[in-house]
């Protein structure tokens, strides 16, 4: 069995990733030896717990992230990654609210890997509610707009 040298300036530097990211965890791995990085959940509940005294103002609130993932139109991201809305900076956007988009058409791009990869409509209709932002990064799984 070889001898692990922990690197403390190599974690460091993946803590800092993960706060300019906001990713939740990040591994790196070099033949045997793999270095882990995770963010504890207990870090984005502390927010939370503040406003709890303004329960009847907060519920509604968290429940409408809920009801955008459940919509029968909502585009989820297939991967973690940047979102970008237009072809380069500068350039119109794919899409905006309102737009009329046929099923194929590219919505967006998400930047995963130092790979653009282009998210295109599941099916045709209106562009009602864009819920990623520009230049954010999202996770798997995320709503990033609606279509109805």
Same mark, same amino acid.
């Given at each position: 069995m070889s001898k692990f040298n922990i690197d403390n300036d190599a974690i460091r530097q993946l803590a800092e990733l993960l706060d300019d990211t906001n990713l939740t965890e990040i591994e790196v791995a070099?033949?045997?030896?793999?270095?882990?990085?995770?963010?504890q959940g207990t870090m984005v509940a502390a927010p939370a717990t503040a406003p709890v005294a303004a329960a009847p103002v907060a519920a509604p609130a968290a429940a !409408? %992230?809920?009801?955008?993932? +459940?919509?029968p139109g909502s585009v989820k991201s297939p991967m973690v990654?940047?979102?970008?809305? !237009? %072809?380069?900076?500068?350039a +119109?956007?794919?899409?905006?609210?309102?737009?009329?988009?046929?099923e194929g058409q590219t919505l967006m791009l998400i930047e995963a890997m130092k790979t653009f990869n282009p998210i295109r409509a599941p099916k045709a209709g209106k562009v009602t509610q864009i819920v990623a932002t520009d230049g954010h990064?999202?996770?798997?799984?995320e709503t990033l707009i609606i279509i109805e």
């Open positions: 070099a033949g045997d030896n793999r270095i882990r990085v995770a963010r !409408a %992230p809920a009801d955008v993932g +459940a919509h990654g940047v979102v970008y809305f !237009a %072809p380069e900076p500068g +119109a956007p794919f899409i905006s609210v309102g737009s009329t988009v046929t990064p999202v996770e798997y799984d």
